[in-house]
């Protein structure tokens, strides 16, 4: 993600953050996979036996049919490759930093507009029927992956609360630690992090709750115990290491549009027709490849479920 540039420093004097942060990580990302112990080897149906950091195993994992079939992004790039910035701006410092983070006990309260607020602790979430969800992540920097995320639909979740009538978005609120956090004693962004959506985008069956990825656990560096998963948004709606739930009559502030109003909305749907202000939406490129080659498609290519959703409305005031 990327903040505003101070305004005394010329725009032709600056190198687009996605450039120069891809030229540092990709010849970082060279000896990443070193970071990779031993460990255990996931071999499941129909992919590759793959390298992971051998994390605990989620067990009873369903796969779904809202998977896409394109080939995953190898474990090492997803766990590598990170923005979290409670750990720091750089791509690497949430692997290197985020292990401060204790993911136990852990508890997540959902509260506000329901009718029976409740806390979760990690281990009710763990009960929820787990299912992989293969799934295209479209960062806003123009970059993207293939995540085979384990997860259940936030839907389940909300059930179990009954959102009153009242209920019109929904707030992610996530860790602040400044303890375990490098990152938040920085004034980066205004924190905790915070993520909103309107309550049909969290109710879709496609909006998801992750707790882990490659059938184990998630690394603390993707969001540990859990994070959202908004596929047809940009990689930043996927709130990480979520604490708190609200449902909301009132349109949340969201951490991104407090720090930078102009460049990112609260819908920040991937929409290749509406480029950023500093750069272009149209292509990405797929972790780990060099160059912006692919097509960026609208919602990430999920618009034939998700497109309905937008009916009549203008994406480039909505952004
Ligand atoms: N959540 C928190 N709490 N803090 C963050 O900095 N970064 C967001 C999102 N969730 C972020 C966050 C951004 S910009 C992206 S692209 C995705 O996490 C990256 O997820 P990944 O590292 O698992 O690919």
Known sequence: M????????????????????????????????????????LAAAGRAAEPTLGLEKLPNVARSALSTTEPATAYKYVTTYNNF???????????????RLKVRPWTVAVEGEVERPRTFAIEDLLKFPLEERVYRLRCV???????????????????????TSRARFVEFVTAYRPEEMPGVRLPVLDWPYVEGLRIDEAMHPLTIMAVGLYGEVLPNQNGAPVRLVVPWKYGFKSAKSIVRI?????????????AAPNEYGFYSNVNP??????????????????????????FNGYGDQVARLYAGMDLKKFY
């Open 141 to 163: 920097e123009a970059w993207s992956m293939v995540v085979p995320w384990v997860g259940f639909e936030f839907n389940a979740l909300a059930k179990l609360v009954q959102p």
């Open 85 to 99: 910035y409670e750990f720091g701006t750089d791509k690497d410092d949430p692997m290197q930093y985020a292990k």
């Open 246 to 258: 609200r449902f909301v009559a009132q349109q949340p502030k969201t951490a991104w549009e407090k």
């Open 273 to 298: 027709g509406v480029d950023h202000p500093r750069w272009s939406q149209r292509r990405e490129r797929r972790i780990p490849e060099l160059f912006a080659k692919r097509e960026t498609v609208l």
């Open 2 to 41: 990327l903040i505003r540039r101070p305004d005394h420093i010329r725009p032709a004097e600056i190198t687009p953050r996605p450039f120069y942060e891809r030229r540092r990580a990709l010849l970082k990302l060279a000896g990443a996979g070193s970071a990779l112990g031993a460990a255990g080897l």
